[in-house]
């Protein structure tokens, strides 16, 4: 389980890697300066494949585009060689904040949470099919790493501020939540970190990346603590699974910026093969009002 780098950028918030069954590719952004990045393993090349506003999290469409979810609550559709298509230019309430990490859900709706600011904690959102932004929630600390139990029937949620991994149960039919509470408490301790992004593989085994914590850890579906990978990096930020078979897991850092801090390999990307499968994350179907 040892992570090899695929791509050395020194992302200063690398995050939110997905990976792309169409075009057999990595994706995954660098968050405050919006830059989308892409990986091939066929020619084990990576590129920059869009600058744009700060990106903080985004999805694969059913039609194989990306929705980016951005600064001031914007929404976009980026596909390669257009314009991007704006499905919500701002949200009111988030002009002065952005986005943070997403995730699609069965039907094809989006969660995502923002970022707090000076003068509040951040919120909740459901990205409806439509385009619209529905509030779910207020006072989030820090939102970051979602995920489904394999039935379907419940949803995860980090808040890495509060150090927890929440669970709620999940409604397919209407993309309600309900009955929140903690599935997992970190350590309050030196060199634990924060949980941050997450994945969920074939089993229904938890994989949460620790921000400051040099690991990702493994927890099985009743929350105990299985094992971790070391990565070289501080500021382990994100996993998911991909590759043709799913049994890659591919894992982003932060901190490029202070390698002499955060480590040598700080925002780099790595690859890992952890011994299990994962399964494709759901795809969106979010579209223009309108169109």
């Keep these: 389980m040892e992570p090899e780098v ?5 992302c200063i918030t690398g995050e939110g890697p997905l990976w792309h069954p169409d075009e057999r590719k990595l994706y995954w952004v660098d968050i405050p300066p919006g830059r989308l990045y892409r990986w091939d393993p066929a020619i084990r090349q990576s590129e920059l494949v869009l600058e744009t506003d700060p990106i903080g999290g985004f999805t694969i469409q059913d039609d194989g585009s990306l929705l980016l979810c ?16 704006t499905v919500i230019d701002h949200l009111d309430e988030e002009v002065d904040t ?24 951040g919120n909740f959102y459901r990205i409806e099919l439509d385009g619209t932004a529905t509030k779910l929630f207020e006072g989030v600390g820090v939102p970051n790493g979602m995920g ?25 039919q209407t993309g309600n939540l309900s009955n929140r509470r903690t599935f997992i408490r970190t350590p309050d301790a030196p060199g634990e970190g924060f949980p941050d992004g997450m994945t969920v593989d074939a089993n229904g085994d ?9 690991c990702v850890v493994h927890y099985s579906k009743e929350g ?68």
């Design 98 to 121: 952005r986005f943070n990490d997403v995730i699609a859900d069965p039907a094809g709706r989006v969660f995502g949470g923002t970022m707090r600011t000076e003068k509040r904690l």
């Design 6 to 10: 695929i791509a050395d950028y020194p």
């Design 224 to 291: 105990k603590e299985l094992d971790r990978i070391k990565f070289p990096s501080k500021k382990v930020s994100c996993p998911t699974f991909g590759g043709p078979d799913y049994e890659d897991m591919f894992v982003t850092t932060a901190g490029g910026n202070d390698r002499t801090e955060n480590g040598p390999t700080a925002g780099a990307t790595f690859r890992v093969r952890p011994g299990v499968k994962g399964v494709p994350e759901f795809r969106s179907r979010v579209h223009k009002p309108g169109a």
């Design 148 to 172: 489904f139990t394999p039935d379907r029937k419940q949803m995860y949620f980090t808040d890495t501020f509060e150090r927890q991994i929440y669970i709620f149960d999940y409604d397919e």
């Design 70 to 85: 951005m600064a001031k609550g914007a929404v976009k559709i980026w596909k390669e060689g257009q314009p991007l298509i």
């Design 206 to 214: 938890i994989w949460s990346a620790r921000w400051d914590g040099y």
